[in-house]
């Protein structure tokens, strides 16, 4: 089992940036991909970024590339995603996620593990 825990979220203006953590424990996620969804009220959990196992393909929605970076330190057992030219329409609750597998994907079916989320939200 894979424990995931996200922190680094809290309320920046527009413009600023944020980097979010995900901590994992239980063993190691070096061999998993990773992923950074998440999910505004009354909207559905969507992909933000993805990374495979040795961080050398990532995914970003169209909405945040040039924007956001996903990256990983294995030695660390951590995924970070770092988020820069905040938008208001960036506040979501943002959740990180593990698949059992090295290579990513975009959809939430197809992570197993997940953490509880860490809320970001961005003034206008």
């Known amino acids: 089992q894979v424990q995931l825990v996200e922190s680094g979220g809290g309320l920046v203006q527009a413009g600023g940036s944020l980097r979010l953590s995900c901590a994992a424990s239980?063993?190691?996620?070096?061999?998993?991909?990773m992923g950074w969804f998440r999910q505004a009220p009354g909207k559905e959990r969507d992909v933000v970024a993805t990374?495979?196992?040795?961080?050398?393909?990532?995914s970003y929605a169209d909405s945040v590339k040039g924007r956001f970076t996903i990256f990983r330190d294995n030695a660390k057992n951590t995924v970070y995603l770092q988020m820069n030219s905040l938008k208001p329409e960036d506040t979501a609750v943002y959740y990180c996620?593990?698949?059992?597998?090295?290579?990513?994907?975009?959809?939430?079916?197809?992570?197993?593990?997940w953490g509880q989320g860490t809320q970001v939200t961005v003034s206008s």
């Open positions: 996620a593990a698949r059992s597998v090295a290579g990513w994907a975009r959809a939430v079916g197809e992570y197993d593990y």
């Open positions: 239980g063993r190691t996620i070096s061999m998993n991909a």
């Open positions: 990374i495979n196992w040795n961080g050398r393909s990532t």
